[in-house]
């Protein structure tokens, strides 16, 4: 099968094309598992804090890629509840134990047992892959291929972190960073929380157009000081610099939900400035967002097809996902990356 190897991490500045187009073994489904011809797979900025060693393999080479789209071509052993030909996807959580405190309270995301697609086992850069039957997920018919990728992890953690705000409709939301998650959750307020007042901060002019067009509030660089002290801001930037400046834009009592997997060193002394009476003090809180739930990616694909909420999507060959991982690094994008495989 045709796939996108990583065999090596290190800066994508040193190595612009860390991924390799190889010719590599179809995968077999062991027990539990079903085998996925896959059609589509999203580009997601987890693929750049791997290959870049934030948050390296275990194991190389891998195969990236966690916002999975395809149809079940073969059935390992005692794998239950699809059948062959059935359309699914496969989110950032492979697996969890099942056994432990955090699983039987359903925080499988805080397992210590947590296996990530395309970091712990190989996902979905590739024309194949296994993964548990247990961990994926059928994909609704109001969907393409490539619209329906980037909710399984764009979508679902964007979804995640707005419930962790705790916040109501008719109050303020902030969004640090404006691509793929945050373009989501942009469309997923305007529907649930009407009154809801969404101020953007973006780095780049076409993000903060892009921003205003899907209905932003208002939208400016992520130095500017917002034009309200909002309620909530969710923060989807590597940077520490926008933690800072975000801390400083919240009202009493606010909270910062950082949505990431890892942060940048680049900027880490941005910290420095940390001043408790300025951005601390008066009850406000931080939150980090840990992977997701199963619970979180059906319950968030049940709402997007009722909405019907859709990804504004970029498309890419296969064989141009480094290229495509270099945009994004550069923050070249537009909603979300997705590779076309089959």
């Known amino acids: 099968m045709r796939a996108m190897l990583l065999k090596a991490v290190g800066p994508l500045w040193a190595n612009p094309t860390p991924l390799e187009s190889v010719d590599w073994p179809d995968p077999v489904p062991g027990p539990g598992e079903i085998l996925i011809r896959v059609n ?30 395809g149809r079940v071509e073969d059935l390992g052993p005692s794998a239950e509840g699809f059948r062959v030909g059935d359309r699914v996807g496969v989110a950032w ?30 996902g979905g850069y590739a024309e194949r892959m296994t993964a548990p039957a247990a961990f994926a997920h059928a994909i609704p018919d109001v969907f393409d291929d490539e619209e329906a990728a980037p909710l399984l992890c764009a979508g679902a ?3 995640r972190s707005l419930r962790l705000t705790g916040m109501e409709d008719g109050q303020s939301l902030g969004l640090t960073g404006f691509g793929a998650s945050a373009h989501l959750v942009l469309k997923l307020v305007r529907h649930r929380f009407p009154g809801t007042r969404v101020f953007v901060f973006a780095r780049t002019e076409s993000e903060r157009v892009f921003a205003r067009e899907l209905g932003a509030t208002w939208a400016g660089d992520t130095a500017e000081r917002s034009p309200e002290a909002l309620h909530a801001i969710i923060d989807t930037t590597p940077a520490w610099t926008t933690v800072v400046e975000a801390l400083g834009n919240l009202e009493r009592g606010g909270r910062l939900v950082v949505n990431a997997i890892r942060k940048e060193e680049a900027d880490k002394e ?24 199963r619970a979180d990616v059906r319950e968030f694909l049940r709402l997007a097809a009722e909405i019907p909420l859709k990804a504004e999507v970029q498309e890419y060959p296969l ?19 997705v590779l076309r495989v089959a």
């Open 270 to 293: 941005a910290l420095l400035g940390l001043d408790y009476p300025k951005h601390l003090w008066l009850e406000k809180e931080i939150k980090s967002v840990a992977n997701v739930t």
């Open 93 to 122: 959580i492979f697996s969890a134990c099942g056994r432990c405190a955090y699983c039987r309270r359903g925080l499988e995301n805080l397992c210590s047992q947590f296996r990530a697609t395309g970091r712990d086992a190989s």
């Open 157 to 159: 953690i964007g979804f």
């Open 319 to 337: 064989e141009e996902a480094n290229r495509a991982l270099t945009e994004m690094k550069a923050g070249i994008v537009r909603g979300a990356k």
């Open 40 to 69: 589509a797979c999203g580009v997601c900025h987890t693929e750049l804090d791997e290959i870049e060693g934030r948050s390296p393999p275990p194991r190389l080479p891998i195969i990236p890629g966690h916002q999975v789209v």
